[in-house]
Each structure stands twice: as C-alpha cells, then as structure tokens.
C-alpha cells in the first residue's frame, strides 16, 4: 500500500459505504466510537467459528487455541503499550469499568483518609470524575478540580498550587473528548509523583491517536476502551504498575481469581488474573489485538499526521461561519467541538444527520465543563484514521447550509 492510501484505508471499513437519509455516510463520530475494519471483523469471526470456546484449564483443543489467542492478544496490548509485563494488563469492558476498577480497590486497600485528596480537572468525562466522588463519600478524602482556562487547556499554575503532600492521586485525561485538548500529562504525573501521589491517566482519547508508552509516561495506571481504537465495544484494558497492583486486594470475586477455594478460606490468582473474575470477554480481546496491529501497520504517526491536517482543516473551514465559537486549544486532537449563536447543537445536529453526516451533540458527558462555559453542550466533530479532506469540507458545507435553514 502506498504511504497513507485514504481510498484502499476506506475500504477496509464496509460500514463507510453504507448511506444515512439516502446520503452517503459521514462519519465523524469518532471519539464516541470508531469503526472496525475488515481485519478485526474478520478476526472476531474467526474467533467464533473455529476456536470458540471457554478459557483456561481446559483439556480440549479449542479451549487450549482460545486460551493462547486470548493470552497472545494480552502480549499485544503489553507490547503497544510498551508495558514490562503482559501481568501488568488487565483486560475490562471498557475505561469506565477500568476507573471503576482503580477506585474500588484503592478504597478496599484503605489508601484515603479523611482529609486526603483526590486530584482530577475540570476537563474530565463523568467516568473520571464520578468513580472518585463515590469513593469521596466512602472514605472522606476530598476532590480537588484543577481548572480550566478559557482556552481548553489546563491552568498548570493552579494545578502546582492544588497539589500536596495531601494530594493522594492524580487522575487526569491524557486527551479531553470534548474540546481534543492534550494534557501535558508526563509533566504533570512528575509533578505529582514529587508528591507521592498515585497516577491514573484516562486514555480513552489518546489510544488512537498517538503512541502510548506506559514506561516512558511513567504513569501508575492508563486506562482505554477498545471501541475507541477500531475495536468492538465492550472490551477494555487496565494497565496498572506491577508491584502497585500486586499489593491491591481483589475486587469482584469469583471463578478464575482464585487459586484454591475452600470454606475455610480462599487464596487468590497471582495478576493479570486476580482482576478477570469470570468468563472474559474473549473474542473481544483478539479483535482489540487485531486492531492494535492494524494501527501498527497503518502507523500511528501516519495516523497522527492525517488527523491534524484534517482538523485544522475544519477549523479554518467553520471559524469563516457566522457566529461560530470554537472550543478548546488550536492544537486540539482529532475531536473539535463549536456551537453555532442562536442555535441549539441539538437542532444543527439532527439537520446534519439529515444530510448523512454523524457528528455529537449534548454535553458528551462532561457537564462540568459545559457549565464552565455557560452551555449546555457542543457540537463535536471527531476524526479518524479513514476520514477524508472531502468529508471536512463536506461538514463544512453542511454546517453552513444548516444554519442558513435555522436562522
Ligand atoms: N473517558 C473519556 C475521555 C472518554 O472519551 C470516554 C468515552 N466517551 C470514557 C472515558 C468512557 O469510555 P467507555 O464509555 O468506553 O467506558
């Protein structure tokens, strides 16, 4: 394939094809979900028609196959994460669940007490805010909310007057899936480590994106969805640091965590297992490998690249529209976000729908942040590896012809 081949990237996605109202598909919903090509579809089909079967301890072949392609998609996450150790990757159904994950066990092991602190920003989708408040409650630790500038980004200088020897976790966004602003989240997990914090990066928008190196972040835990990054919805991973994770009490308890089973007492399984209790989702995490090799190949710089072209691209198109408000920092990522004056998003929405063209609207499951800016939601545009500079200036056109019709 020659470098970045948009037309032969586009037909390894047949969903793209399809049309919408009798349009031909615009996808521009990625940051929700992205699609899955040809090569993790057929990897999930393979899965059911020749190996399926449950994993682990069993004698027969096709448990003895799902068990290795299971194992072998765990080393794959391991290496595109640049983890140490496949041990250290737990596989979940998504980012929530791999928050939910960190938070309940922190408050199993006692790690807050009242008066500690919980350290997130006011960027955070409701998966990262939601979980620490709940464990507020239980343990009496306090959330603290580093803010945001008017700009999208970060106010670091409140961030360095936030944290403290109090500050017990830090847990922040690598890249915000409202506005695409990137966190400077290397320099802030250093930060807080000088502190003694724990660090949780929810990487939900970043996986796609850009190359994740979980050594090199030096982060404690990194969080990510599978259907982020051209795999099926409901597989995730929990990346968590060893020695911090070994130390952790399990969580829900069941078949496979364990080691030995009695009424006396139960021992428990040695990690990754000690947090997959039950039947995982084992077709889901070969589909996720399958992906991850997909964006190998394809090349996350190349990916990178393509997405920012595109991106600056619509923002150039749609700041000429009257009364547009764009949100977030000019070198956003991959998702742009704007409100039209006078205009609900819903509304706009719902005509470019009517033209084949998929966008987000609502509060994309940040409504703290909306509140800061005094609104009630966005409209977003999100874009991924096969979105094309036609499509941009589709979208363009389309949010102009919208707003004419609403005026
Ligand atoms: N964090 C961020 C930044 C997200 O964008 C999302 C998904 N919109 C999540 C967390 C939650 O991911 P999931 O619903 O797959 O658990």
New binding site residues.
Partial sequence: MPAYDLAAIRAQFPILSREVHGKPLVYLDN??TSQNPTAVLDASRRYYEEINANIHRGTHHLSQSATAAHEEARITVARHLNSPTPDEIIFT?????SINLVASILGLAGHFAPGDEILISHLE?H??IVPWQMLCERSGAKLKVIPVLNDGTLDLEAFHALLSERTNLLAI?H???AFGTVNPVKEMIVSAKAQGALTLI?G??SIPHQTIDVQDLDADFYAF?G??VYAPTGI?VLYGRYKILDALPPWRGGGEMIKKVSFEGTTYNSLPFKYEAGTPNIEGAIALAAALNWINDLGLDAIHDHEAALIQQAAAALSTLDGIQLYGPSDRAASLSFNLEGIHHYDLGTLLDQMGIAVRTGH??CQPLMDRFGITGTIRASFAAYNTAEEVSQLAAAVEKAASMLR
């Fill in positions: 940051a929700a159904s998504g980012t929530t669940d989708h998966s990262n966004s890249v915000s899936n929810d939900a928008q969805s259907h982020k995730g994309h499951c």
